[in-house]
């Protein structure tokens, strides 16, 4: 392909995106495609000739798109969302553009300082103190696994990554029995085993990890010979959005020497809003290693994940590696390849800083603090339906409810309203009991959107009852 070429299909792609985003909501959220229908409709083998890009794009619309659940969607309910505001997917196309490998400080200057500056307009927005740095990570998930492999060296002395794990004892990672899954795989993956990963029951309204039952967990690990390693707290649990009291285990935590990681990847980002700092985020500054996702309520294009660190130096002592080929000579500079466990770094700061450059604090406080009041109507309305329970309340802009009926019943009505394409939700387990998940969170969605829920769930739910 020519650069002229180049730039007349981007500007046709660019016209694609723009006419795709005003035209959401008369596409079903959920692709209605059956199991196999994209694949049958692709060659067995690649061409052996090049293709002129109208027909491959010709292809992109009729064979993937139907094939495509559309994230973007304002009536997505589902999961949490991942956003992809339009200033932020302009910096994408530009980083994409100029492609360039930012694992060093002098792979591309520009890319670790904006990074920099990134992480520090971040904390201000977050109200975290001054000794916070960070870095940017792809997802939660690496970030936690960085946190977990960084308990693991630390309550070794910093020599399992020399000496591997034999003859260490039983590390044990304390969390709530709320806790993402990518905190068990990050114990698995760390060499630290399931086994290990003590999860404490939870209780109260924000089903919140009993601090006497962490104690008591602690008490019992030590009087068995096994090692306390870390801690990891919640705010804003997948599940049913769960709630750690942050202070209360923080102590605990100083107390026992264990190293301390917050999962607040999705709600995170709404702590933007000084309001609900006291009752969310008090004790946070703490806390050795915080992570949130602003690819997710934030607004940022997917992927761009945030790791607030304390003190850095113990997780560059867990994952720093530098062979002769990556040495920089001369000053001392950042090289944030250094913080993560990927060396390869796309220059994710660029999306955070049109982003915010775009829409200011206010504007993104704006959507968060609407998604909250609307998720607690929508409650409110479907409370007052005959036969409907509400199971969790709102937390942020997250609740649970289910249907009259059994478990089956409640998985009846999450299948039928994903097929009938209006809205999607996902299931979930809240006590033992299924429950229906209601999350509001996407960009650009609307009051309308969401209050328009309430009549598609009981459109539906007249269907199949």
Known sequence: ??????????????????????????????????????????PDRPPEAGEAMDAILEDFET????????????????????????????????VTTVAAQCMLWQTSPAATEVEGVMIDWLRHALNLPKPYTGVIQDSASSATLSAVLTMRERATGYTGNRDGLSNKGNLRIYCSDQVHSSIDRACWVAGIGQANLVKIKTSG???????????????????????PAGLIAITGGTGVGACDTLGPLLKVAQAEDLYTHLDAAWAGAAMICPELRADFWAGVEGYDSIVFNPHKWLGAQFDCSVQFLKDAQPQLNTLKIEPEYLKTTGEAVVNYSEWTIPLGRRFRALKIWFLIR?????????????HIL???????ALRALNGFEIVTEPLFSLFTFRCPGGDDAQQQLV???NDD??????????????????????????????ISAHDVITDVWGKIS
């Open 63 to 94: 064979i993937v798109m139907p094939g495509m659940t559309h994230w973007q969607h304002p009536r997505f309910f589902a999961y949490f969302p991942a956003n992809a505001a339009p200033p932020s997917m302009l910096a994408e196309m530009l």
């Open 358 to 370: 775009s829409y200011g604090l206010e504007g993104l406080r704006d959507r968060m603090r609407n």
């Open 1 to 42: 392909m020519e650069w002229d070429e180049f730039a007349h299909w981007g500007k046709h792609i660019a016209q694609w995106g723009a006419d795709y985003h005003k035209t959401l909501r008369d596409l079903p959220v959920r692709a209605q495609t059956q199991l196999g229908a994209v694949a049958a409709q692709l």
């Open 374 to 380: 609307w998720a607690a109507e929508l409650c409110e």
């Open 415 to 417: 299948d039928a309203l």
């Open 421 to 450: 394409g209006r809205i999607y939700v996902t299931q979930g387990l809240f006590e033992g009991r299924r429950v229906i998940r209601f999350q509001v969170g996407q960009f650009d969605t609307t009051r309308q959107d969401v």
């Open 205 to 227: 309204p924000r089903m919140a990890m009993d601090v006497d039952a962490l104690k008591a967990a602690i008490a019992s690990d030590r009087a068995a010979g096994h090692t």
